[in-house]
């Protein structure tokens, strides 16, 4: 029985794309060999990348001035890339300054580890209402190497709805549980990064859509397998790339070019998002910790409205334990927030949506 999968990452996937690539697991295209088993430089595996990126550009509008870069290492190793390629120095010369705004956990991680390469400075935060809204984004210094912030917060549920005006700063910014849910102007961002294994594939692949301007400013101590540069030359291929995880985001892009591109799945996301903070707005066991204008529409955390902090942990549970034998699975907050959160990505129907008010609903009684 297939389960309505909550997980805020790895996620639930498209179930026609995981019936192709089961179809297609040891026949790919008529190659006789599935793709996990084909040289990532053989003739068969080209059309499968270049149709992936071609997709994606197509989908996200990517301007020709983009590169795109298939990479591992996750959203996480972006973290320590930015700043080194963007701002790191030689030894023996000062650090150049770069801008972040600390919207959640991953935004703090982020700047936590620049701090490593360059002078970071926090603009602003939200930290003192646990992140539960998105400050005002004050202008960059002029001299910023560049400005970070994290367009959808996963753990908290927050959304930045505009994207700030950094001027001539480059605007870099964490789109791993955002990307494809929403139209983004890509011309308005100088790097955006994702970990796939939300909105377009299992985990292990990362997509980086840079502004070829940024590329080749690595200082020359920079492991050649964290330079952009290098990356971009070798079109992704400087070692092996996640051959699987591409052509898995190759699919999930055809599925969702098939349903109607971003604004087909956008309005979709904020029906189903609607339907759940209306839910939420009426009911009398569980609210939402977000501040209204900056609620995301991916991840959705709720809270129990009981007081009393040994019942609500009980009452949590069982929610937890009762959800899942109805088949409402990975209902859990983070470990850091507790609670819980569902995770409405693209490939989560609407049925599953209703499903999971109408346990709620239920189980308040
Ligand atoms: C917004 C955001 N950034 C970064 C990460 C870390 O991603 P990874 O595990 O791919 O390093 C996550 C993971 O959930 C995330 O949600």
């Known amino acids: 029985m297939r389960v309505y999968n909550f997980s805020p990452g790895p996620s639930a996937l498209p179930l026609p794309v995981l019936e192709r690539a089961a179809a297609e697991m040891i026949d790919t295209n008529g190659t006789g060999q599935s793709v996990m088993e084909m040289s990532h430089r053989s003739k068969d595996f080209k059309p499968i990348i270049e149709k992936t990126e071609a997709l994606l550009r197509e989908l996200m509008g990517i301007p020709p001035n983009y590169k795109v870069l298939f990479l591992q290492g996750g959203a996480s190793l972006q973290f320590s890339m930015i700043p080194l390629n963007l701002a790191g120095t030689e030894p023996g010369t000062p650090k150049k300054k770069a801008a972040y705004v600390e919207t959640g ?65 480059p605007l870099v910014a964490d789109i791993s549980s955002g990307i494809l849910s929403e139209p983004l102007k890509v011309s308005q961002f100088g790097i955006l990064y994702a970990g796939a294994q939300k909105n377009l594939g299992p985990a292990g692949t990362t997509v980086v859509i840079i502004r070829e301007d940024l590329i080749g400013k690595a200082p020359s101590w920079t492991p050649l397998l964290l330079r952009y540069d290098i990356h971009a030359e070798e079109g992704s291929m400087y070692n092996t790339p996640p051959c699987y995880g591409i052509y898995i985001i190759g699919l999930v892009l055809e599925w969702l070019k098939e349903l109607g591109g971003v604004a087909a799945i956008a309005k979709l996301n904020q029906e189903k998002a609607d339907l759940f903070y209306a839910y939420l707005e009426s009911s009398r066991g569980f609210y939402s910790p977000v501040e209204k204008p900056f609620r995301s529409l991916m991840n959705i955390p709720f809270i129990s409205n009981e007081t009393d902090p040994d019942r609500r942990a009980d009452l949590e549970s069982r929610f937890l334990k009762e959800a899942a034998a109805k088949g409402l699975v990975n209902l859990a907050g983070h470990r850091l927030v507790g609670g819980m959160r569902a995770s409405l990505y693209n490939a989560m129907p609407i049925d599953g949506v209703k499903a999971l008010i109408a346990f709620m609903e239920h189980f308040e009684r």
């Open 105 to 169: 956990i991953w935004a703090k991680k982020a700047a936590d580890e620049g701090i490593k390469y360059v002078d970071v400075a926090v603009k602003a935060s939200s930290k003192d209402k646990a992140y539960t809204y998105i400050p005002a984004a004050p202008a960059p210094d002029p001299a910023d190497a560049y400005y970070h912030i994290t367009l959808n917060n996963t753990i908290v549920g927050t959304k930045w709805t505009t994207a700030p005006d950094t001027g001539s700063v």
